[in-house]
């Protein structure tokens, strides 16, 4: 494998696919990006979260602007990373259908150009802090794909012999980073949090003088879920709602470090979770806990119901975006790396990209819409629904016996909760998505359909089969 270091050696081939242009503006933003795990469209007080309170996150919303249909483009951890770092649909850079343990071998192919090494090469610094979970063998760690630093753990807090002896996993002890090194094993997980929020401030406060991207991926509300004592206790909701409320406590902080260094106005903030909330009264070796919640949404966590891959998304920056804005315009994970690109002057590395520069939605332009004809959900490597304007169609679902039961068509403007199958009225909606659907199955290919994509690129490798 190739691999791209380009805060030392940029590869020609880099140098050639990511072209410095003219900024959108004259001062392009610091970047922070805080990515939460398994928070639900339902989890954050202005998208109507019960017993508890967001009032630093619905501080935000207001202060920026808070999308409706936002999207991640999986409902499970590792396929969802790998689009928010690349732009691209699981699928097409080959980890759309495993979600990554400690045994696995493969990762984030090197030769991906990262949302990290695109904005170290346009010259900012670059940090991440919390949850890798796109290979934790050292050449697809975070300092290997951009980072200039890395704290934090290289997959899911669960992944550790403690919480897998139950189900009969074979895993060691919890690793937690500091670059490449292990520095603790098993951490107290209801202290990863704060730790997490104390690094980012410090990250902030060494380097205002100069741009920065923050990537900042709390490992909670994944389970199991561990408040910190400070936490504990304090909501009608349980651990949940307390583990929720710490990250609001986090968000508070990160924006009065920002203000404090005098970098808040020009400092893009994005606020999202890696996909939807594991649902219903759950349990854990610590004992039962509640859930997180989809809101109006059906649907959960591994599933291509809305709730599973609709999620809550709030951006703040204050030099551009204007206050109370609300997109009801389709957007995803994806976009964040073509908008960047466009905003810091780099044209998009010479592979397909399957996000959208969506910065007229963010800035609030007159008569922006979604730049997205169509948005596909795949669940594994399984094309399951695809969505094209109002339009939902469900062309399989796991739990049909037959591949070839009826599609469901949802109009989702008007049944965002997916109850009314509409399919009856509309079949000329419904042969419309099915030949969109055919793009995605020839580009990215479907397990269900037997097709093999041929616009999917290899995943990373590590050991004696990357030979070559």
């Known amino acids: 494998m190739r691999k791209r270091h380009i805060s030392r050696h940029?590869?020609?081939?880099?140098?050639?696919?990511?072209?410095?242009?003219?900024?959108?503006?004259?001062?392009?933003?610091?970047?922070?990006?805080?990515?939460?795990?398994?928070?639900?469209?339902?989890?954050?007080?202005?998208?109507?979260?019960?017993?508890?309170?967001?009032?630093?996150?619905?501080?935000?919303?207001?202060?920026?602007?808070?999308?409706?249909?936002?999207?991640?483009?999986?409902?499970?951890?590792?396929?969802?990373?790998?689009?928010?770092?690349?732009?691209?649909?699981?699928?097409?850079?080959?980890?759309?259908?495993?979600?990554l343990f400690p045994y696995s071998k493969e990762g984030l192919n090197p030769d991906e150009v990262t949302l990290a090494e695109l904005l170290k090469g346009a010259g900012y610094t670059t940090g991440m802090i919390g949850k890798w979970h796109l290979g934790h063998h050292k050449p697809f760690l975070p300092t290997r794909q951009g980072f200039d630093t890395f704290f934090g753990t290289p997959y899911s807090n669960d992944m550790n012999g403690y919480y897998y002896k139950s189900q009969n996993f074979l895993s060691p002890p919890l690793p937690l980073l500091r670059g490449e090194e292990i520095v603790e094993s098993d951490p107290d997980q209801s202290l990863?949090?704060?730790?997490?929020?104390?690094?980012?401030?410090?990250?902030?406060?060494?380097?205002?003088?100069?741009?920065?991207?923050?990537?900042?991926?709390?490992?909670?509300?994944?389970?199991?879920?561990?408040?910190?004592?400070?936490?504990?206790?304090?909501?009608?909701?349980?651990?949940?709602?307390?583990?929720?409320?710490?990250?609001?406590?986090?968000?508070?902080?990160?924006?009065?470090?920002?203000?404090?260094?005098?970098?808040?106005?020009?400092?893009?903030?994005?606020?999202?979770?890696?996909?939807?909330p594991v649902?219903?009264?759950?349990?854990?070796?610590?004992?039962?806990?509640?859930?997180g919640s989809a809101g109006p949404l059906r649907g959960r966590k591994n599933q291509t119901w809305e709730g599973g891959m609709g999620v809550p998304a709030i951006m703040r920056w204050p030099a551009k975006i204007p206050a109370g804005t609300v997109v009801k315009e389709l957007a995803t994970t994806m976009d964040i790396l073509p908008t960047l690109a466009g905003i810091v002057g780099f044209s998009l590395p010479d592979v397909t990209i399957d996000g959208k520069n969506i910065l007229?939605?963010?800035?609030?332009?007159?008569?922006?819409?979604?730049?997205?004809?169509?948005?596909?959900?795949y669940r594994d490597n399984r094309l399951q629904a695809l969505r094209s304007g109002p339009w939902k169609l469900h062309l399989f679902r796991p739990e049909w016996k037959e591949k070839t039961e009826t599609p469901l068509l949802?109009?989702?403007?008007?049944?965002?909760?997916?109850?009314?199958?509409?399919?009856?009225?509309?079949?000329?909606?419904?042969?419309r998505l099915q030949g969109l659907a055919e793009t995605a199955r020839h580009e990215l290919g479907d397990a269900v359909t037997g097709q093999v994509g041929s616009g999917v690129r290899p995943w990373g490798v590590f050991g004696p089969e990357a030979a070559g």
């Not at 990160?254 to 996909?275: C, P, Q, R, W, Y």
């Not at 009856?424 to 419904?430: G, I, M, Q, R």
């Open 10 to 99: 940029m590869p020609v081939a880099l140098i050639l696919s990511l072209v410095l242009c003219a900024p959108v503006f004259a001062k392009p933003p610091n970047v922070v990006i805080i990515f939460t795990d398994d928070q639900g469209y339902g989890d954050v007080g202005c998208y109507g979260a019960e017993g508890y309170a967001t009032p630093n996150l619905d501080k935000m919303a207001a202060e920026g602007a808070r999308f409706t249909d936002f999207y991640v483009p999986a409902p499970v951890c590792t396929p969802s990373r790998g689009a928010l770092m690349t732009g691209c649909y699981p699928m097409r850079i080959g980890l759309g259908y495993r979600v």
């Open 192 to 276: 990863l949090t704060r730790r997490y929020t104390e690094e980012a401030v410090k990250y902030i406060r060494a380097h205002k003088d100069k741009p920065f991207f923050l990537y900042l991926a709390h490992n909670m509300p994944h389970m199991p879920i561990y408040p910190s004592d400070a936490f504990a206790g304090t909501t009608e909701h349980g651990r949940y709602g307390d583990v929720i409320s710490e990250i609001d406590w986090s968000v508070g902080a990160i924006m009065k470090a920002l203000e404090e260094a005098g970098v808040a106005d020009n400092t893009l903030v994005i606020f999202t979770s890696d996909n939807g």
């Open 279 to 291: 649902t219903g009264q759950r349990k854990s070796p610590d004992g039962p806990y509640q859930s």
């Open 360 to 377: 007229p939605l963010m800035t609030g332009e007159a008569g922006a819409v979604s730049p997205h004809e169509v948005f596909y959900y």
């Open 410 to 431: 949802f109009n989702l403007l008007k049944d965002r909760g997916e109850t009314n199958d509409v399919a009856a009225e509309h079949p000329d909606v419904v042969r």
